[in-house]
């Protein structure tokens, strides 16, 4: 019962922002700045119709220590980094779900998990740059979304 109503209350405010409205509670402000539309500031760069939608990342991978020639260490901290590269695409288009856990034992934590995942199909990625320097390789990668690939 607490849940539902919370929800409702949660639920009247998120369509009174949507809609641009005032929020119910500051309806009986009289101030200027309370009078003005609710609006959520947009952080993050959106896709439209009329431009497309960059993203570039750089992916990073180290070479490991048990190669056979330099030209393997090199093919793994590359092949690496553009999964690397490939992993932070898919977090900037489709997000990252997050769970987390806390044990807590004599108001003290005992133990604290946190997982993360992201499931997407990454596709027309191009690597622009890679470079490769004391065992580390970085590859920078973009991606260019236009609206069209989303609409049906």
Known sequence: MKYSLLFAIFFSLTTS???GETPPAMANC???ECTKPFVVPAKEKMLHKKSDLRISVTGQ???PLNTTSPAQAYALAKRAAVGDAYRLIAEKV???R???QDLIKNMMVQK???RTSVN???RNANIVETTFKDGLCEVEMEIILSHTQFSY
Request: glycine share 14%.
């Open 61 to 63: 991978g180290v070479a």
């Open 17 to 19: 922002v949507i809609a």
């Open 98 to 100: 997050v769970d987390g």
């Open 112 to 114: 604290s998990s946190v």
């Open 30 to 32: 009289q101030t200027a």
């Open 94 to 96: 489709k997000g990252v």
């Open 120 to 122: 997407a199909m990454v």
